[in-house]
């Protein structure tokens, strides 16, 4: 079992996580959510701020989980002296490497084993099969009580995880097997809900439209 809390970024690595093959799946979406889980948390932290399509670091403490806090640092390098950047530019560029922080995370609390080979014998290539599933069965059962069942509203980590999972388009991650017209409505309803406190509600916001830009740009760069 883990030592604390896991964060919404290794929550969504999780739903992503193939339990067998270890692979990713809808990597890409998944990397962008990723990146703004870890953002999702250091605003609930208090350590970063958002307004509109900016972001700013308020507070360099370090917060005491290491994920966390390897993302805090860098922010503050990239923001390179100025006071607020684009919440999309600090997407676009840490998505992938969010990725493989998560992973990390959840390989050292032994909830996936990290599996390293070659392809034909050349390129290396890394996967994360699933080591103890506790954890993924808790979250999948409180995102089904949420989204599927007859629960209350729910608390404001859920709420925001749905969000973002909504926004990626990652209805099927979180819901295999059930149409997306099934979930998609209450996701939609939960991601406008009043559940949190005003600044984390509008820092969702502003991280939805900025994951929605950004597989935007990516789908319009595939097919150029």
């Known amino acids: 079992m883990t030592d604390a809390r896991v964060t919404l970024a290794e929550e969504i690595m999780l739903l992503s996580l193939d339990d ?7 990597r890409q979406a998944a990397g962008w959510a990723v990146a703004a889980a870890l953002l999702l948390d250091l605003v609930m932290a208090g350590r970063v701020a958002v307004s509109g399509k900016y972001l700013e ?18 922010l503050r390098t990239w923001m390179r002296g100025r006071s607020k950047r684009r919440i999309t530019d600090w997407l676009t560029k840490d998505s ?24 034909m014998g050349l390129f290396p290539v890394r996967r994360y099969p699933e080591a103890d599933g506790s954890v993924e069965r808790e979250l999948r059962a409180r995102l089904k ?15 925001g995880l749905i969000a973002l999972l909504h926004s990626a388009k990652l209805h099927g991650l979180a819901f295999p097997g059930v149409p997306r017209k099934q979930v998609e409505p209450r996701m939609a309803e939960i ?14 916001q502003a991280m939805q439209a900025a994951v929605m830009v950004a597989g935007a740009a990516a789908a319009a760069a595939a097919v150029s």
């Open 57 to 74: 670091v308020v507070d360099d403490t370090p917060t005491g989980d290491p994920l966390l806090d390897g993302r805090l640092g860098l």
């Open 191 to 204: 991601a406008a809900g009043q559940w949190a406190a005003e600044s984390v509600r509008l820092a969702i």
């Open 96 to 119: 992938t490497k969010a990725v493989g922080a998560a992973l990390e995370r959840l390989a050292g609390r032994g909830l996936v084993t990290e599996e390293r080979r070659k392809v």
């Open 20 to 26: 067998e093959s270890g692979w990713a799946r809808s």
């Open 145 to 159: 009580a949420a989204v599927l069942g007859d629960a209350a509203e729910p608390d404001g980590r859920t709420a």
